[in-house]
Structure formats: structure tokens, C-alpha cells
């Protein structure tokens, strides 16, 4: 445990003072949060075209 609790301090020394590493893993994490809001809205959108075009034509299929 101490060597894990060293190696946290002699960590947080090494970072840099003006807080550059926590920006860099805020942006990071907003791009992060873009490409996953990207991916729903491509999923959403994929989803309701496939509802109203083509579950439409497949109900008219004779063998229903």
C-alpha cells in the first residue's frame, strides 16, 4: 500500500501546477461525449427511417 501511495504523490508532483493535464482530459471527454451523441442520433435516425419506410412495404407482402 505504501508503495501504491508513493507512486500517487511523486504522480501528483510531476503535474504540471497551472492544471493543463485535468484540461486536457475535460476536452477529451467532451469529445468523447460528441461522437457518442453523434452515434445515437445516427442510430435514432437510422432506426426511424427503417420504421417508416421499410416496415410499411413489408406489411404489404402477400404472406401476412
Do not use: H
Request: hydrophobic share 50%; charged share 20%; net charge negative.
Amino acid at each position: 500500500m505504501k508503495i501504491l501511495a508513493s507512486m500517487a504523490r511523486k504522480w501528483l508532483c510531476n503535474s504540471d501546477q497551472d492544471g493543463t493535464d485535468g484540461q486536457a482530459l475535460v476536452e477529451y471527454s467532451l469529445i468523447l461525449l460528441l461522437i457518442i451523441i453523434a452515434c445515437l442520433v445516427i442510430v435514432t435516425e437510422t432506426g426511424n427511417v427503417v420504421r417508416e419506410n421499410l416496415w410499411e412495404q413489408t406489411s404489404k407482402l402477400p404472406f401476412w
